[in-house]
């Protein structure tokens, strides 16, 4: 059953991504909710389609006003690549790729709280790392020093701003400071991408947080 997906990537990361600017976390985060989001793999096709005719057309050939809306039109219409098949696991390919397997093999640690993390192998430019959050429990509240990815692969979690399910990403930056709570019911597992520390409130979660990587 495919999940219904209410929040998605913007066109700023979907471009970056396009172009290849983006730091390893975030293509992983990224390329982890293309997989999941029919919506998003439709976009992306549409700005990929929009690169290869500018470099088809010639850098210096000016484009008419219209073209972007035409182009995009164009490319919205070519109907979007299958997804790639979905197995039985938790995780999608993109992050099976770099956890060796399923959720069966990723090795947790704890961080405090039941909440446990795997830091993912990444170039240090950004950290991209899975979290388990019992049910019911929240991560500490804390602010953002750059841009912060959660991409939904179980469960659900909440914050001040909405509840985020399977597949769902939240885009978070500075002017975001939140307590996200995973949903009751079953763990929360995401996968999330950071480019700067956490902004932790409380002094002992900033203490921790040395130890912890977040
Ligand atoms: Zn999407
Ligand atoms: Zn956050």
């Not at 992306?44 to 088809?56: K, N, P, Q, R, V």
């Not at 690549?81 to 069966?104: E, F, I, Q, S």
Request: net charge neutral.
């Amino acid at each position: 059953m495919k999940p219904e997906i209410r929040h998605h990537l913007t066109d700023a990361l979907l471009m970056a991504y396009a172009t290849g600017a983006l730091p390893e976390a975030f293509n992983l985060a990224v390329a982890a909710h293309i997989s999941m989001c029919d919506e998003c793999r439709a976009q992306l096709g549409a700005f990929d389609a929009i690169g290869g005719a500018l470099i088809e057309d010639g850098q210096a050939a000016a484009m008419p006003d219209n073209s972007f809306a035409a182009c995009l039109a164009r490319a919205k219409a070519t109907p979007p690549a299958a997804a790639p098949p979905r197995t039985n696991g938790v995780l999608p390919a993109p992050v099976r790729a770099y956890v060796g397997g399923d959720l069966d093999v990723v090795r947790w640690r704890p961080v405090g709280m039941g909440v446990r993390q795997a830091i993912l192998p990444t170039d240090r430019r950004a950290t991209a790392r899975l979290i388990r959050i019992p049910a019911g429990v929240a991560v500490p509240d804390h602010g953002h020093r750059g841009t912060e990815l959660t991409l939904v692969l179980q469960g659900a979690f909440l914050d001040a701003t909405d509840r985020f399910g399977l597949g769902d990403i939240e885009v978070a930056n500075e002017d975001l400071q939140h307590t996200p709570i995973a949903d009751v019911g079953v763990d929360c597992i995401c996968l999330t991408a950071t480019d700067a520390p956490l902004r932790f409130s409380k002094l002992g979660h900033r203490i921790a947080q040395r130890f912890l990587r977040i």
